[in-house]
């Protein structure tokens, strides 16, 4: 997660970096699904993950149309239960959990 938030991390433009990402999105979601906060009504962190990666795609998609199309594909991979090969096994294990 550390390396979302440095100033010096590089994204890669490609269609499977964008993939990789809404994956690594919807694991946080899952991960904030199984949350119970404590009485102090704490925040989980991984919102704030979740909340960089839209700020990623979102800069990603503006910078053209062929990026726009990379960044739609793979939320649209993501609907469809079909996730990025890193994360796919981790995915299935939230679901199943979660």
């Known amino acids: 997660e550390g390396c979302l938030f440095c100033v010096k991390h590089r994204d890669v433009m490609s269609a ?12 946080k979601e899952l991960e ?9 009504k704490e925040i989980h962190p991984a919102y704030r993950v ?7 795609l979102r800069v990603i998609k503006q910078g053209s149309e062929i990026r726009e199309q990379w960044v739609q594909q793979a939320k649209d991979n993501i609907r469809a239960g079909r996730y990025h090969p890193y994360w796919d096994g ?3 294990l939230l679901e199943v959990i979660a």
């Open 16 to 27: 499977d970096y964008c993939w990789k990402l809404t994956s690594h999105a919807r694991i």
């Open 32 to 40: 904030t699904n199984l949350f119970r906060p404590s009485e102090k």
């Open 50 to 56: 979740i909340d960089r990666i839209q700020e990623k």
């Open 90 to 92: 981790h995915i299935q």
